[in-house]
C-alpha cells in the first residue's frame, strides 16, 4: 500500500513551462519533505513544511502544504534544463521515518 | 561543513558473503536512518537509531540484516549471507537533535550488487 500518491510519474517539458508535481494521502502528517535526487546520489534536501496551509518559495519552486497536512504540491515556474531530475515527497507522521512517494522524473527538453 | 559520508560508494559481493556499510551522520546530528532503494522502486525506510541504541526497526528484514550506531565510529548496517536480492542502493539519512529531527539530509549512498 502506498501511503503517499505522488503524481505525476513522468513529465517531459519544453524550457520556459510550468509544472507542477502533486502529493497525496489520506494520513495526515507531521511534516513533509521535498527532495531531488540525480543519478547515482543521494536525495537533495528542497524544503519541508510543517505547517497546514504552509506556502513556501526557494527561487522558481513554491511548495505548499495542505490545510489538513494530507498533501502537498511542488510547482516550478519557468523550468529550465538544470530542473531535470527525480523529485520526491516524503511524509513524516509524528516518529521519525519518513514515508516516500514513488518519485516524479521531470525533464525539461531546450 | 561536511555533510553525511558514506562508504563505500559501491560494494560487490558474492552471494553468501557479508557486506558492511558505514554512515557517518553530519556534525551535531544525533539520530540515523537507513532507508533502501530497490531497483525501479521507491525508497522504504529500514532503520532508525541514536547513539547506542536502536528506535525503530519496523522497516528490517527479520533475518540476516543488523544495525548499529556505536558510542564512537559511524553507524554500520551490516548485511549477513547476502542473497542477489539484496542488490539495492542503501542510504544513510540524520537529522538533528530537537524539534527539527524530522528533517532528514540524505548521504550519497552505497549501491550494493550481489553477484
Known amino acids: 500500500t502506498q501511503l503517499l500518491e505522488q503524481s505525476p510519474q513522468f513529465l517531459s517539458i519544453q524550457e520556459g513551462e510550468n509544472l507542477t508535481v502533486y502529493c497525496n494521502s489520506s494520513s495526515v502528517f507531521s511534516s513533509l519533505q521535498w527532495y531531488r535526487q540525480e543519478p547515482g546520489e543521494g536525495p537533495v534536501l528542497l524544503v519541508t513544511v510543517v505547517t497546514g496551509g504552509e506556502v513556501k518559495k526557494l527561487k522558481r519552486l513554491t511548495f505548499q502544504f495542505g490545510d489538513a497536512r494530507k498533501d502537498s504540491s511542488l510547482h516550478i515556474t519557468a523550468a529550465q534544463p538544470g530542473d531535470t531530475g527525480l523529485y520526491l515527497c516524503?511524509?513524516?507522521?509524528?516518529?521519525?521515518?519518513?514515508?516516500f512517494g514513488a518519485g516524479t522524473i521531470l525533464r525539461v527538453k531546450s | 561543513n561536511a555533510g553525511v559520508m558514506q562508504n563505500p560508494r559501491h560494494l560487490v559481493r558474492r552471494r553468501g558473503q557479508e557486506a558492511r556499510l558505514r554512515c557517518s551522520p553530519m556534525?551535531?546530528?544525533?539520530?540515523v536512518y537507513w532507508y533502501r532503494q530497490l531497483p525501479e522502486e521507491g525508497l522504504k525506510f529500514m532503520v532508525y537509531l541514536q547513539k547506542e541504541n536502536i528506535i525503530d526497526e519496523s522497516g528490517m528484514p527479520k533475518e540476516r540484516f543488523s544495525a548499529e550506531f556505536p558510542k564512537e565510529g559511524p553507524s554500520i548496517l551490516r548485511i549477513q549471507q547476502v542473497v542477489r536480492g539484496d542488490s539495492a542502493a542503501y542510504f544513510c539519512?540524520?537529522?538533528?537533535?530537537?524539534?527539527?529531527?524530522?528533517?532528514?539530509?540524505f548521504g550519497p549512498g552505497t549501491r550494493l550488487l550481489v553477484l
Open positions: 556534525k551535531g546530528h544525533s539520530h
Open positions: 539519512a540524520s537529522s538533528p537533535p530537537g524539534r527539527r529531527q524530522e528533517t532528514q539530509y
Open positions: 516524503a511524509g513524516a507522521r509524528y516518529g521519525n521515518k519518513l514515508v
